[in-house]
Structures are given as structure tokens and as C-alpha cells.
């Protein structure tokens, strides 16, 4: 079974809406249940703008999407360019399997070495530990504990800020002389 990273498409929306649906992976988002293939398909859209930094992949093995990671700016003020906020999601079937960490390593590189981000942010609920522990694996550290963040099954649920900064930040280079 060969896992494969590739760019998000169009053609994504209708797995996307399926992945969503299950309560295994929007429990540990801030998404809502009964996800729209419509939706998705507006959101898959609007996700690739020419010229914008946004990066948004999926793992896709044996045919089928088993995950996604998204790399989006955390607003428009010009003075956090420097920075990202991070969003993934695994299949249930998938978790525990590697899925993660290759989303991570991807988005990882790509923020590194092409973007040159200097932080990545993301939000993880408090008692997710093995997303935890995933993240921890890459650098990333809890920075603060948000209480009630978020209505969750009924329940309001703590969340943790966790963030990483770039290991080698990029440095003016020589060039070769030939």
C-alpha cells in the first residue's frame, strides 16, 4: 500500500465531505457535522489562488483519501507574514499508520524551504494526546491552554496553542562563481 502527497483539487470535495462526516475526525476539529460535497467543493476552490502561500495536500493510498494537511496564513496583517496556522485531519481507518507524519513532513518542507515561514501555529484539544504527541515529533511546543474553547459534543473543551519555529531559518547564501 503506497501513500501518496499530493496537491488538494476540485475533484477532492466529494471524499473531503465523506472524511468529514465521520465523527472519528470532525470530533477532533473545529468542523461541524453533516459536511455539504458543495461546500467542500467551494472551499477546495478557493484554496488554490494563484500566487498565495496557502498550501493545501492530501494522503491519498490505494485510491482513496486518507488525510489532509493545510497550511494557511493566520490573517492579514502585513507584520505576521512569517507565520502559519496548520489544520490536518486522518482518516479513522488510517490513524496510528503513519498518515500523519507524512502530511507533516510535507508541509513541514514546503513551509521551510520554499516559504521560508518562521512559525507555524496550530490548535489542538487539550485531551487529544497522540495528535499531541504527532505534533511534538516536529518541533512543536504548547504555548498556552485556552479553557472552554470550544462546544464539542455538548461539552465545552480546553484546547492548547502549540507552535513551531523554523529549525535553520533561512540565511543569505553565496553564489557559485564558474
Not at 470535495?13 to 461546500?39: C, H, I
Not at 497550511?71 to 502585513?78: F, I, K, P, Q, T
Amino acid at each position: 500500500m503506497t501513500l501518496t502527497i499530493r496537491r488538494t483539487n476540485s475533484k477532492d470535495a466529494a471524499a473531503m465531505a465523506q472524511l468529514m462526516s465521520d465523527p472519528a475526525v470532525f470530533g477532533g476539529l473545529l468542523q461541524m457535522p453533516y459536511p455539504s460535497e458543495d461546500r467542500w467543493q467551494a472551499r477546495l476552490a478557493e484554496a488554490t489562488p494563484v500566487g498565495k502561500a496557502e498550501l493545501s495536500l492530501v494522503a491519498e493510498r490505494d485510491g482513496a483519501i486518507v488525510g489532509s494537511v493545510a497550511l494557511d496564513s493566520v490573517g492579514v496583517a502585513l507584520r505576521r507574514r512569517h507565520a502559519m496556522g496548520l489544520g490536518i485531519l486522518v482518516a479513522r481507518e488510517a490513524q496510528g499508520q503513519g498518515v500523519g507524519t507524512a502530511l507533516l513532513q510535507a508541509v513541514c518542507d514546503y513551509a521551510d524551504n520554499w516559504l521560508g515561514t518562521l512559525r507555524i501555529e496550530l490548535t489542538v484539544y487539550a485531551d487529544n494526546a497522540v495528535a499531541q504527541r504527532l505534533y511534538a515529533r516536529f518541533g512543536f511546543e504548547i504555548e498556552g491552554r485556552f479553557r472552554g474553547y470550544a462546544l464539542r459534543d455538548g461539552v465545552f473543551v480546553d484546547a492548547l496553542a502549540m507552535a513551531r519555529f523554523h529549525p535553520k531559518p533561512p540565511a543569505i547564501g553565496t553564489v557559485a562563481k564558474g
